[in-house]
């Protein structure tokens, strides 16, 4: 009985026809892979965000501040951060960048919250504790913008940052949250998004003068590129969306829009 076997040849190019399929599928699959993280991260957010409004509604449509002050006793900051993490694990106020060593100081947030699960980010860095930055542009912080734009100046402010109060006897900070019917635009304002800091809240880009196009260099790091060049984001009415850094705009950053000039939706 005569037996076969495949050629060299032909081995070859089975094998030619393998590393090819293999350099079309991997890619997509690493692809359809990151597509389910950023969706399991936008539905955190979106979780998040629905604690946030049910929050306005008990607190007769004001929203919480980014910090208070609250003392829960030693082992404790005694800052009261939004939402809770360990925010004394290394010294004041903390680093959520780096794993808890000390119980979670509780949020404004995490009543709200059925679980503190939903500040994670399936591609968050190991050790992270989360990756939020509450918008935090507020009337306190100076601006070479506003020698462009001086009506701009103590106008700018985040949904959770309308008044800074800082007590003189110990320093400490508390964040008054602005009234919901200040903001002309919630659709268009941003509550919170992912970025690599030690706490979370941020006004990185409050400071420079630019209105369309965001500065580069160490600004970047501060909207966190977690899901390919962007970051996962939560608005003020609630809804979620990915968002490229090179796309965003001055105006989403303040409650009030109408200080910019030809500022159109």
């Given at each position: 009985m005569q037996r076969y076997a495949f050629t060299l040849i032909e081995l070859?190019?089975?094998?030619?026809i393998i590393a090819v399929l293999a350099a079309i599928l991997f890619p997509a699959f690493a692809q359809a892979r990151e597509n389910a993280r950023q969706a399991v991260c936008l539905s955190n957010m979106h979780q998040i965000g629905m604690a946030a409004l049910i929050y306005l509604q008990d607190y007769d449509m004001r929203w919480f501040g980014a910090q208070a002050v609250e003392y829960l006793g030693p082992g404790y900051s005694p800052v009261k951060p939004w939402i809770g993490y360990d925010n004394n694990n290394?010294?004041?106020p903390g680093d959520m960048t780096k794993p808890a060593e000390h119980p979670i100081h509780p949020g404004m947030l995490d009543p709200y919250l059925k679980t503190l699960a939903v500040e994670r980010c399936p591609d968050l860095p190991a050790g992270w504790q989360m990756a939020l930055a509450l918008n935090f542009f507020n009337p306190a912080s100076p601006s070479s913008y506003y020698s462009v734009n001086p009506r701009a100046a103590g106008n700018e402010f985040g949904p959770s940052a309308y008044q800074i109060h800082i007590d003189p006897a110990t320093g400490l900070e508390t964040d008054i949250g602005a009234?919901?019917?200040?903001i002309e635009e919630p659709a268009q304002t941003l509550l919170l998004w992912e970025h690599q800091n030690p706490q979370p809240k941020c006004n990185?880009?409050?400071?420079?003068?630019?209105l369309a196009t965001p500065p580069n260099g160490e600004y970047r790091t501060h909207?966190?590129?977690?899901?390919r060049n962007g970051s996962s984001t939560l608005w003020v009415d609630g809804h979620v969306k990915h968002v490229v850094y090179d796309t965003l705009?001055?105006?989403?950053?303040?409650?009030i829009k109408s200080i910019y000039p030809g500022y159109t939706q």
């Amino acid at each position: 009985m005569q037996r076969y076997a495949f050629t060299l040849i032909e081995l070859l190019t089975v094998i030619a026809i393998i590393a090819v399929l293999a350099a079309i599928l991997f890619p997509a699959f690493a692809q359809a892979r990151e597509n389910a993280r950023q969706a399991v991260c936008l539905s955190n957010m979106h979780q998040i965000g629905m604690a946030a409004l049910i929050y306005l509604q008990d607190y007769d449509m004001r929203w919480f501040g980014a910090q208070a002050v609250e003392y829960l006793g030693p082992g404790y900051s005694p800052v009261k951060p939004w939402i809770g993490y360990d925010n004394n694990n290394i010294g004041y106020p903390g680093d959520m960048t780096k794993p808890a060593e000390h119980p979670i100081h509780p949020g404004m947030l995490d009543p709200y919250l059925k679980t503190l699960a939903v500040e994670r980010c399936p591609d968050l860095p190991a050790g992270w504790q989360m990756a939020l930055a509450l918008n935090f542009f507020n009337p306190a912080s100076p601006s070479s913008y506003y020698s462009v734009n001086p009506r701009a100046a103590g106008n700018e402010f985040g949904p959770s940052a309308y008044q800074i109060h800082i007590d003189p006897a110990t320093g400490l900070e508390t964040d008054i949250g602005a009234p919901d019917a200040m903001i002309e635009e919630p659709a268009q304002t941003l509550l919170l998004w992912e970025h690599q800091n030690p706490q979370p809240k941020c006004n990185f880009l409050q400071s420079p003068n630019w209105l369309a196009t965001p500065p580069n260099g160490e600004y970047r790091t501060h909207f966190h590129l977690l899901h390919r060049n962007g970051s996962s984001t939560l608005w003020v009415d609630g809804h979620v969306k990915h968002v490229v850094y090179d796309t965003l705009q001055r105006p989403w950053f303040s409650c009030i829009k109408s200080i910019y000039p030809g500022y159109t939706q």
